[in-house]
């Protein structure tokens, strides 16, 4: 039998431990205020930490398999803590932000701007949700949890490239 973990004090809706663990990114998600921004800080952390130990050349596929990683084991995770407490988009889900933090953070350079601004370009976005990000959200259960912030990230990420383009960014 799969442990689980309850989500909600109902007692009678409860998700395996692996989602919980996935989708809270290890309980950060329930970081109060604001746990969506704790999510893209703890991801901005772990990055910079890696980018460090990651030779320049690496940092791009290694951001770009990471990114493909989250996505791929956070919408199952995502829909499985959904589907436990009946809430389309728990805010304490927050592997949606670490995925599309991630692909904001590609190619970025490891400079204390660069990765600045990749967080908070990414947040903005993330709640702003211009279109299509906003419509993405309809998606069903974590397809639509995760993918709108990728959506987010990818925004980020092409005025991340674009300003590093013309020289605005190093």
């Known amino acids: 039998m799969e442990p ?24 950060v998600g329930h970081i109060r205020p604001g746990p969506g921004t704790w999510g893209s ?3 901005v952390i772990v990055w910079a930490l890696a980018a460090r130990e990651i030779p320049g050349k690496w940092l791009f596929p290694a951001t770009i ?33 670490v995925a599309g933090q991630l692909i904001a953070l590609t190619g970025a350079s490891f400079s204390w701007k660069s990765v600045l601004l990749g967080f908070i370009l990414f947040r903005a976005f993330d709640i702003w949700k211009p279109p299509p990000v906003r419509q993405l959200e309809r998606l069903p259960e974590g397809t639509g949890i995760v993918v ?16 590093r383009h ?5």
């Open 41 to 43: 800080l703890a991801t």
């Open 166 to 170: 013309f020289g605005l960014l190093m």
């Open 148 to 163: 709108d912030d990728v959506a987010a990230g990818v925004y980020a990420l092409i005025i991340m490239h674009l300003l």
């Open 4 to 27: 689980t973990a309850k989500l909600s004090n109902s007692g009678t809706h409860s998700a395996p431990a692996w989602a919980v663990a996935i989708a809270t990114v290890f309980g």
């Open 65 to 97: 398999s990471a990114a493909a990683v989250v996505v791929i084991i956070g919408i199952p995770a995502a829909t499985q803590v959904a589907r436990s407490t009946g809430i389309k988009d728990p805010q304490f889900v927050v592997i949606d932000e």
